[in-house]
């Protein structure tokens, strides 16, 4: 539910929706993905500009230009978010194309769904890079630029792993509840520069992260959601009985990066339909 004022001199229903991010400036990491478009299309509908930073940059190019079209602002940069000299330029770029950057999302991540005798020091390497410390290296490269902006949100992306921890794919989970220390550690070191930080942890998404082959996050037979199966399993495991969507998800990161979420630092807001209950 958006707010909504009256428009000067409007007639009928024809209403102005009070932008919840006019004048903002976004960097938002895996934003190629689907998690992350749906986000940039919602920041950029909510007033913002938006960097959509991928190491998939075709997929981060189509996004922005998807955006531009539509008459928003959006520029695409490649950035793989393990990399602290790549993050720098990108914070540089974007402050110079927008005038600022003051809200800063990472949702770039990565998953190998295989068993704890099945994952290699290599695999926990990628998931903890791309997880864990990519977070913390991007908070690093943008918080200059937000404190002079004069403040910002910075908003990790958790997951059921931040709430509890299965058997499969150790790294997964030590790299999503270490956000949860992560998110309260930027959040106090921060706040003196009128920075918040806030941790969204969705449940069961339907996204290409859990179809699919992709070299960041494979899928087989036993994780696939295209196998009907998998699906179910997905779904049965969600109270409120259906996958969470991309949206949902955005919708959480819009109310956590808005002026409505002023007093919301170091928290973590869970979107799962109650599937971590
Ligand atoms: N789908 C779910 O059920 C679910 C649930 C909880 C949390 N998550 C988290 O959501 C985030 C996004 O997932 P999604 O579901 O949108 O998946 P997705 O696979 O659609 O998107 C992930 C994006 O991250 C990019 N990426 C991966 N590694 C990168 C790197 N090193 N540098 C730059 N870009 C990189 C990929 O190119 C891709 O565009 C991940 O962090 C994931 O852990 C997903």
Aim: glycine share 12%.
């Amino acid at each position: 539910m958006g707010r909504w004022r009256s428009a000067e001199g409007r007639r009928g229903n024809d209403l102005e929706k009070l932008m919840r991010l006019k004048d903002r400036a976004a960097i938002i990491t895996g934003g190629a993905g689907s998690m992350g478009r749906a986000q940039a299309r919602l920041f950029s509908a909510e007033g913002a500009a938006v960097c959509v930073a991928d190491f998939n940059l075709p997929g981060a190019e189509e996004v922005a230009s998807g955006i531009n079209a539509g008459g928003g602002r959006a520029m695409a940069v490649e950035l793989d978010v393990r990399d602290l000299a790549r993050w720098e330029e990108v914070a540089a770029a974007a402050e110079r194309e927008f005038g600022k950057v003051d809200t800063l999302c990472n949702i770039a991540g990565a998953n190998f769904r295989v068993s704890f005798d099945d994952q290699s020091e290599e695999m926990w390497q990628v998931i903890i890079d791309s997880n864990l410390t990519a977070y913390f290296l991007g908070t690093k490269a943008v918080v200059p630029a937000m404190r002079r902006a004069g403040g910002g949100v910075i908003l990790n992306v958790g997951s059921l792993g931040s709430i509890r921890q299965g058997a499969m794919s150790p790294a997964y989970g030590v790299s999503k509840i270490g956000l949860l220390g992560l998110t309260r550690s930027t959040a106090s070191a921060y706040a003196k520069d009128n920075i918040r930080c806030v941790l969204i942890s969705p449940g069961h998404v339907d996204t290409n992260f859990l179809r699919g082959n992709s070299s960041h996050s494979p899928n087989d037979e036993s994780t696939d959601i295209d196998v009907p199966e998998n699906y179910r399993r997905r779904v049965e495991a969600t109270p409120l009985g259906r996958m969470c969507t991309p949206e949902d998800i955005a919708s959480a990161f819009l109310f956590a990066a808005s002026d409505e979420a002023s007093m919301i630092t170091g928290s973590m807001i869970t979107v799962d339909g109650g599937a971590a209950l």
